[in-house]
């Protein structure tokens, strides 16, 4: 089982900065990939980077392209979501996510990012960006 808790969230002007992070406890975190999604209201969760158990990451939203960043700390079970020239249209609320499945599969993170291959979540964090 693992355990995923969100901070950072919060508001910010256009073109600011925030970073999340996503602190992990459980059973060995580190072999996890973890998905960054967000959800506007009345919308499904969307997934937006990934990044795997070895630090590789990967982007599945292309607005958010030379934006957001997603970084691990193993060591210390967090996973980060760096998010730059923030605009209103970031206004969400971020969740980060474990991936589910064996042993082997849960450690890297899928071609498409998709909630259902994640089972365990945080509580989310709202982010909001206004002018």
């Known amino acids: 089982q693992l355990q995923l808790v969100e901070s950072g969230g919060g508001l910010v002007q256009p073109g600011g900065s925030l970073r999340l992070s996503c602190a992990m406890s459980?059973?060995?975190?580190?072999?996890?990939?973890v998905g960054w999604f967000r959800q506007f209201p009345g919308k499904e969760r969307e997934g937006i980077l990934c990044?795997?158990?070895?630090?590789?990451?990967?982007i599945h939203d292309d607005s958010v392209k030379g934006r957001f960043t997603t970084s691990r700390d193993n060591a210390k079970s967090i996973v980060y979501l760096q998010m730059n020239n923030l605009k209103p249209e970031d206004t969400a609320i971020y969740y980060c996510?474990?991936?589910?499945?064996?042993?082997?599969?849960?450690?890297?993170?899928?071609?498409?990012?998709?909630?259902?291959?994640?089972?365990?979540w945080g509580q989310g964090t709202q982010v909001t960006v206004f002018s």
């Open positions: 459980g059973s060995y975190p580190a072999y996890y990939a």
């Open positions: 996510a474990g991936k589910s499945g064996t042993y082997a599969s849960r450690s890297y993170c899928p071609a498409s990012l998709t909630p259902s291959d994640f089972g365990y």
């Open positions: 990044i795997s158990d070895s630090g590789i990451s990967s």
